[in-house]
């Protein structure tokens, strides 16, 4: 099992940054894909971006220079660096798991956190 719980959101200008954060309980974190997803209002959840255990990356192109995911195993966290924020990147993200194959497919993923609001004001 694994729990997570995402933080970092809130309020920015549109060129601005967050990080987001996502602590992980277990002793399995670092046996564990992490992803980030999002999804705005009216619209699907979509991949953002996700590292392997073996930190390999991989990321939407609409993020693509942007966005940077890290994880720290030691700490049991995994991090998406948002720089030049744009207005449609305004969305709730969460934080997920899953130990298969480094994935852009959300139904992968077993577990998720509850979300962390983002909005990017123009």
């Known amino acids: 099992q694994v729990q997570l719980v995402e933080s970092g959101g809130g309020l920015v200008q549109a060129g601005g940054s967050l990080r987001l954060s996502c602590a992980a309980s277990?002793?399995?974190?670092?046996?564990?894909?992490m992803g980030w997803f999002r999804q705005a209002p009216g619209k699907e959840r979509e991949f953002v971006a996700a590292?392997?255990?073996?930190?390999?990356?991989v990321y939407a192109d609409f993020v693509k220079g942007r966005f940077t995911i890290s994880r720290d195993n030691a700490k049991n966290t995994v991090s998406l660096q948002m720089n030049s924020l744009k207005p449609e990147d305004t969305a709730v993200y969460f934080c997920?798991?899953?130990?298969?194959?480094?994935?852009?497919?959300?139904?992968?993923?077993?577990?998720w956190g509850q979300g962390t609001q983002v909005t990017v004001s123009s």
């Open positions: 997920a798991a899953q130990r298969g194959p480094t994935t852009s497919r959300g139904y992968e993923y077993a577990y």
């Open positions: 277990g002793r399995t974190f670092r046996n564990h894909d």
């Open positions: 590292i392997s255990w073996s930190i390999s990356t």
